[in-house]
């Protein structure tokens, strides 16, 4: 029995640990949002733009020059992505809306006039309720900001932070670490210099690795959309891809909507092929894709994932939701370096 305690305290101690330092950076995030915010998120559009970067630098390009080429032709790619899917996402988005709606209307329909008998107004209170909390949720990042010009204020200042944030980071960020470094007693430079270094590589992964993740489920998914014949395939592929950058829940809710749409438009038996495709889709994607090219990175277990993703929704809404697992990544490398030293070669 004693054999078992300790690795399970070993266990719960980590999971403190982690848990304890995403819930300071989201209260951190909550309450210096304009700084912090662009700070995190300028940390992880680096993490894209870097090797581009440093392929140039390696041609001969002079550092400023290569970063700003690579962030305006970032810009003007996703530019030309918006141009292409904006529109018919647009003009098909209240439709999107309506049909979603629809659905869940039939849903609960089902429900009240169904097997289960279940009372109207029970289930009606019971979405309020979701609907209310989620919102208060989404809001909580923004709470004690002022509406109108001044969070417009806020957003352009911030944006332009992210910017500028961005170019030093790409173009200047190796010596900004050093002198980071140099700040901390001699006696952990070294530690600090590794830990940084391996919280870089983790978080650069993860970002990647999400990145073609999203763009396999959205691409598979509209395939499997269009072959059924579900209206709103652009759309729908936009929410698959923004929900994949939300691990666990982004994926079941955007699969939710693709199977109402189908649902609505087409009936029962397209809502079951377009489960049916989900589902297979999700499975390769979990026991295949996931694992080798973001698990490997990360190395959280599912639970210390979700854990996450709980406490970033709850501290800061939606923001939080998006960055707590990059976070809650970056501090489990951090303290495993500190800890262990250098991971092995295999990456395990």
Do not use: C
């Not at 300028?42 to 690579?70: K, Q």
């Amino acid at each position: 029995m004693t054999g078992f305690l300790w690795p399970a305290t070993r266990v719960a101690a980590n999971l403190i640990v982690i848990g304890t330092a995403v819930v300071l950076s989201l209260w951190l995030l909550s309450q210096l949002r304009i700084v912090v915010v662009p700070v995190l998120v300028a940390v992880l559009v680096a993490t894209l733009l870097v090797p581009p970067t440093d392929h140039l630098r390696r041609l001969g390009v002079p550092s400023a020059i290569a970063t700003g080429f690579v962030m305006l032709l970032s810009v003007l790619g996703l530019a030309g992505i918006f141009a292409l899917i904006g529109p018919p996402f647009i003009d098909q988005f209240d439709e999107l809306e309506q049909s979603v709606e629809e659905g869940i209307d039939e849903v609960v329909g089902w429900l009240v006039n169904g097997p289960l008998h279940l009372q109207r107004g029970e289930i009606d209170d019971a979405i309020d309720r979701g609907l209310s909390t989620l919102g208060e949720q989404s809001g909580s990042i923004g709470q004690g900001v002022l509406s109108g010009a001044s969070l417009l204020a806020e957003m352009i200042a911030g944006l332009l932070l992210l910017i500028v944030l961005v170019f030093f980071f790409v173009h200047d960020g190796r010596s900004m670490w050093s002198w980071a470094v140099s700040l901390a007693p001699k006696r952990h430079r070294e530690t600090m210099d590794g830990a940084g270094r391996e919280v870089w590589v983790a978080v650069s992964g993860y970002m990647r690795g999400v990145a073609l993740i999203a763009v396999v489920d959205a691409v598979l998914i509209g395939i499997a959309l269009a072959l059924i014949g579900v209206p709103l395939v652009v759309p729908l592929m936009v929410v698959v891809f923004l929900g994949a950058f939300i691990p666990l829940v982004g994926a079941f809710v955007a699969g939710a909507v693709a199977v109402l749409v189908a649902l609505i438009s087409e009936g029962i038996v397209a809502a079951g092929l377009v489960a049916g495709a989900i589902f297979v889709i999700q499975q390769v994607e979990g026991d295949l894709l996931y694992p080798n090219i973001v698990g490997r990175v990360i190395r959280l277990h599912p639970v210390a994932i979700l854990l996450a993703l709980t406490a970033g929704t709850v501290v800061a809404g939606i923001v939080g939701a998006l960055l707590a697992v990059p976070i809650a990544a970056a501090a489990w490398v951090a303290f495993d370096y500190a800890r262990n030293g250098a991971p092995q070669a295999s990456g395990s």
